[in-house]
């Protein structure tokens, strides 16, 4: 059953936050808020928890495009290949905010990524997951959650996404409603931004 805390942005509290980052070490799953929408979340070296992640989504592990969510772009360097200094000034000027960008991998991805070409890396600008990835001290691997709904494509309501997947994940940040706008998806690997999915946020 999966355990529900109460975190708000403007003021998280430190010893649920110490809570989640312990789960996300043992291999558990998260729901977390964001700057967009609630998502799926797990620490991104522990492989078992990657394969559980892909499990809940109903996907194959090597089939999953799973974001890796950083707290600034410090960590670049470890997933992506070398950037150059205009994508690189480009990508600060959009980030902390509602966007995954598709870059180029290096050979150094985490074992779930094996043989990734390109990477999703995203910075939400919202204070719980930029606090969960600081305390864990690495990035985590996200993905969204959809709604059954034909109208909401997303879920917002943490106490229904909380009820659907009470059996799937070990803790669910209720953070208040979330948005139902996904983040815009766009792809930098040619060098000039090239948008494959229009969100909440504007390029």
Same mark, same amino acid.
């Given at each position: 059953?999966?355990?529900?805390?109460?975190?708000?942005?403007?003021?998280?509290?430190?010893?649920?936050?110490?809570?989640?980052?312990?789960?996300? &070490?043992?291999?558990?799953?998260?729901?977390?808020?964001?700057? *967009?929408?609630?998502?799926?979340?797990?620490?991104?070296?522990?492989?078992?928890?990657?394969?559980?992640?892909?499990?809940?989504?109903?996907?194959?592990?090597?089939?999953?495009?799973?974001?890796?969510?950083?707290?600034?772009? =410090? !960590?670049?360097?470890?997933?992506?290949?070398?950037?150059?200094?205009?994508?690189? &000034?480009?990508?600060?000027? !959009?980030?902390?905010?509602?966007?995954?960008?598709?870059?180029?991998?290096?050979?150094?991805?985490?074992?779930?990524?094996?043989?990734?070409? *390109?990477?999703?890396? &995203?910075?939400?600008?919202?204070?719980?997951?930029?606090?969960?990835?600081?305390?864990?001290? !690495?990035?985590?691997?996200? *993905? %969204?959650?959809?709604?059954?709904?034909?109208?909401?494509?997303? %879920?917002?309501?943490?106490?229904?996404?909380?009820?659907?997947?009470?059996?799937?994940?070990?803790?669910?940040?209720? =953070?208040?409603?979330?948005?139902?706008?996904?983040?815009?998806?766009?792809?930098? *690997? %040619?060098?000039?931004?090239?948008?494959? &999915?229009?969100?909440?946020?504007?390029?």
């Amino acid at each position: 059953m999966a355990k529900i805390l109460k975190i708000y942005p403007d003021n998280p509290q430190e010893n649920y936050i110490d809570q989640v980052v312990k789960t996300l &070490r043992d291999g558990g799953l998260i729901i977390y808020p964001s700057d *967009t929408i609630y998502a799926l979340g797990c620490d991104i070296n522990n492989l078992k928890a990657m394969e559980k992640l892909a499990s809940v989504k109903g996907i194959k592990l090597e089939k999953a495009k799973f974001s890796i969510i950083c707290n600034d772009l =410090s !960590h670049l360097s470890e997933f992506t290949k070398p950037i150059e200094t205009s994508t690189f &000034r480009f990508l600060k000027n !959009h980030l902390p905010g509602p966007f995954t960008f598709i870059l180029d991998a290096n050979k150094n991805l985490p074992l779930a990524y094996k043989g990734a070409k *390109t990477v999703g890396i &995203r910075v939400p600008d919202h204070s719980i997951p930029q606090l969960i990835v600081e305390k864990l001290g !690495h990035p985590i691997a996200s *993905t %969204s959650i959809r709604d059954d709904d034909e109208i909401l494509e997303y %879920s917002t309501d943490p106490e229904l996404i909380a009820e659907k997947y009470d059996n799937l994940v070990d803790i669910v940040i209720d =953070s208040g409603y979330g948005d139902n706008v996904a983040s815009t998806i766009v792809d930098l *690997t %040619s060098g000039e931004p090239e948008i494959i &999915r229009q969100g909440k946020g504007e390029i």
